[in-house]
């Protein structure tokens, strides 16, 4: 049970705050299920065209900002709760660790922190924990006065301790004063090498200032009993930017990828926008899998290489900004191809989209891939208010759509129709992803004709005018549509 006290060392107060992005890039991991739509053979994503949505539940300490690996447990010794930090050792990627402060905290820096006019001896607490080796973690107090540090209370904690432990650290006065401001500060890792060696947890539990005789004023949810508990909804199978964002720092930032009823079929579609918050702009990516630490590896498996990705969606962009779908196929874990779309296209009514996929090689059959959706290029946002809406996406082998020599030699007939319309001027088996409107905008029926050329109606749809979309490649075009 090592413990390591320290006084007086201001010049380690230093944490790199990391909100969330950075240089990090983002790819969506993806199991398929087989489905037959409109006879051809696809692969639909999860959640079934984002019908499928979980709660998540994020926790926020009251009176404190956390970041990383942090929440509250049961395993208390006292009350209901104690704070929880972990380390977690990533193989090729940025280790993950707990921090909860009062303050704000720079690089070199610090401001903030909670109102307090008491001159203790000590900084008390209870703590559990179990570190890997080389690992430290940290418990700080700095007593201030207009901005200046009067005394430090400062604890290393290495190795283990399967019970709580009750710590007394003593406060170096390095002035002789009465403060007006305490900064706490609690991290899993060593602040000064910023490193984590591998697994490992923190519980701290009941922290509060002494003098020799008695406990002085308490902070505030000292005793970590305070929480507030947020729950947002997220696609079945799927993680997304606000995930990373909450493991980063939660800082009360409003999910950027969401439900929404906007849909093109079914209940709901995907939702993802960029915002501002903090001074930085935030890209709406979303990925399925359940470990933002995956997103370079696959998860999901396919069984040829799938010569398109189709999807329907709506796309506003600001800024210059263009959305963005990669799409990867991999061979027992290695490359084997790379699709990057981009489109800066503005498509306010539901479009049809197929990207042809690409392979470095087609002597070699794939057995896994990975998606990644996004309002925005990851690593370049520019729009403030980009939003994407992207609904029914899937893998398929079979060319949907229109040429635009197709668009323009297509017929529609009979109009006025009851029953059915055929689409005439298509080659043979050609298949077309369609849309009925009425003529106030609102969505009447979608699907794909079938080989032979026909789109049945819908038995519900009423005798009027309506406009028909018709999707391609390219783009759409409408035709006006009778129904008797």
């Known amino acids: 049970m090592g413990a390591k006290s320290h006084s007086g060392r201001k010049s380690k107060l230093h944490c790199t705050f990391c909100l969330i992005m950075g240089s990090r890039k983002f790819s969506v991991l993806i199991f398929f299920a087989w489905v037959a739509l409109a006879h051809v053979q696809a692969q639909s994503v999860p959640s079934n065209g984002f019908e499928e949505w979980d709660d998540r539940e994020r926790v926020e300490l009251d009176d404190y900002v956390i970041a990383g690996l942090v929440d509250r447990t049961g395993d208390a010794t006292a009350g209901s709760y104690a704070i929880r930090l972990e380390n977690k050792r990533v193989e090729n990627g940025s280790d993950l660790s707990g921090i909860v402060t009062n303050a704000i905290l720079d690089d070199k820096s610090y401001s903030g922190g909670e109102p307090y006019d008491e001159a203790p001896l000590s900084m008390r607490f209870y703590a559990k924990y179990e570190l890997a080796v080389g690992d430290k973690a940290e418990v700080i107090s700095i007593f201030l006065l207009n901005g200046a540090v009067l005394g430090i209370a400062n604890i290393e904690l290495e190795g283990r301790s399967d019970t709580f432990t009750r710590f007394s650290v003593p406060i170096n006065w390095q002035i002789s004063a009465i403060p007006d401001t305490v900064v706490l500060i609690i991290s899993s890792r060593d602040l000064e090498t910023d490193t984590v060696a591998g697994d490992g947890y923190l519980i701290i539990d009941d922290l509060h200032y002494a003098t020799i005789s008695r406990r002085d004023r308490a902070l505030r949810n000292g005793d970590f009993e305070r929480w507030t508990s947020n729950e947002r909804k997220v696609p079945k199978g799927w993680f997304t930017v606000d995930d990373v964002i909450e493991t980063s720092g939660n800082l009360g930032i409003a999910p950027l990828v969401t439900q929404s009823t906007e849909k093109h079929g079914g209940s709901y579609s995907l939702k993802l926008q960029n915002r501002r918050e903090f001074g930085q702009l935030f890209p709406g990516v979303a990925a399925t899998g359940n470990d933002p630490n995956d997103f370079e590896r696959p998860a999901f498996p396919v069984t040829r290489n799938w010569k398109y990705l189709e999807a329907w969606y709506r796309y506003n962009p600001e800024g210059g900004d263009s959305m963005a779908i990669i799409v990867g196929m991999f061979r027992q874990g290695i490359p084997i191809g790379l ?31 990975v998606l990644m959706v996004g309002s925005s290029n990851p690593d370049a946002p520019r729009g403030e208010g980009s939003t994407l809406f992207i609904d029914d996406m899937r893998f398929s082998d079979s060319p949907v759509g229109l040429t635009e020599e197709q668009f323009n030699r297509i017929q529609v007939y009979p109009n006025p129709a009851k029953e059915l319309v055929i689409l005439k001027g298509l080659e043979n088996d050609r298949v077309v992803p369609y849309a009925i409107y009425d003529l106030q905008g609102r969505f009447v029926a979608k699907g794909f004709s079938n080989p032979q050329h026909e789109i049945a109606l819908p038995p519900q749809i009423g005798a009027g005018i309506y406009q028909l979309h018709l999707f391609g490649h390219q783009g759409a075009i409408s035709k006006k549509l009778i129904v008797e």
């Open 339 to 369: 699709t990057l779309f981009k489109s800066a296209k503005v498509n306010s009514e539901w479009t049809y989209l197929s990207v042809p996929l690409s392979y470095f090689t087609n002597l070699v059959t794939a057995d896994s891939a």
